[in-house]
């Protein structure tokens, strides 16, 4: 089995609060190599906060501890920084819920793509320019000529988001953090980015990990499924094993995602402390 990409062994995070600190993430343990996990679990359970953590995106105020926190072997708790600066783009990418707040609406496509390969190559303007419209073609775009000179208004929501991962894997990183990336588009949409991003991971081969709560979604597109609830993990499965879960609240998710058999009828309650 290759050696995973992102190991993170007994993660703790906290905040501080009037009365003392508040742990948000408890203990979590993972490992994410080149396949794609899902991070699943209801609001406030701390995927989002795990998630983060590994891109070095929590504000200063948050408190750290890990037995082991690596990625390709290298202590993520130890970096200053401009070693962030270096890693972010180049080993680690990180995608959020909508383009319309990660997109730039002064600047034109073409230079938010490039942006990463301005930072972390020496490549000539022409150089990024061709490296650009091959991404935006790679994910999907029909016409990247055209959406490399458009504005980000110009585009609906599905191309926005396709721009995003055009700009996150311009410079192949090794591993892809995926935040919700496809909660404020239409269903069949969601279903196209989802397939294109699994798409994108054999075809580059590197790690994604999708953070979500919709284990319909994650049972189709993921490989392994990681279940989080109030800053822990709760059970470890196989994608294709969420219908026999041994845990009781990953029972109860699973028992809730919509379908036309539950439509119109009172959803399960989890009877948990």
């Not at 501080?16 to 490992?31: A, C, T």
């Not at 909508?98 to 022409?126: F, M, W």
């Not at 990990?209 to 470890?236: C, N, P, T």
Request: no cysteine; proline share 5%; aromatic share 4%.
């Amino acid at each position: 089995m290759a050696e995973p990409l992102l190991t993170i062994n007994d993660l703790r995070i906290s905040f501080p609060s009037p009365n003392g600190r508040i742990g948000v993430v408890n203990g979590v343990s993972l490992e994410v190599g080149r396949e794609v996990v899902a991070l699943v679990g209801e609001s406030g359970s701390g995927k989002s906060m795990t998630g983060r953590a590994a891109m070095g995106l929590l504000p200063s105020t948050a408190s750290i501890e890990a037995k082991q926190f690596t990625f390709e072997g290298r202590d993520l708790t130890r970096l200053s920084g401009t070693q962030w600066n270096a890693l972010r783009g180049q080993g680690i990418s990180l995608i959020l819920q909508d383009p319309k707040y990660s997109l730039n609406p002064a600047h034109r496509v073409g230079r938010q793509v490039e942006e990463t390969l301005l930072l972390h190559t020496r490549l000539s303007a022409k150089e990024r320019r061709q490296r650009a419209l091959e991404m935006l073609s790679k994910v999907g775009l029909a016409d990247p000529e055209r959406v490399y000179q458009s504005y980000p208004a110009a585009l609906s929501g599905g191309m926005g988001q396709r721009v995003m991962i055009a700009a996150m894997l311009i410079n192949n990183p090794r591993l892809l953090i995926a935040d919700e990336p496809t909660s404020a588009l239409d269903r069949g949409l969601q279903d196209q980015i989802l397939a294109l991003l699994r798409s994108l991971t054999a075809d580059l081969g590197m790690g994604l990990l999708l953070i979500s709560h919709d284990l319909q979604q994650v049972h189709r597109y993921a490989d392994r499924v990681l279940v989080m609830r109030q800053g822990a993990l709760v059970e470890e499965l196989a994608s294709a094993d969420l219908a026999n879960a041994s845990s009781p609240y990953t029972r109860a998710l699973w028992a809730a995602r919509p379908s036309a058999a539950t439509y119109g009828t009172r959803l399960p309650v989890f009877e948990g402390e």
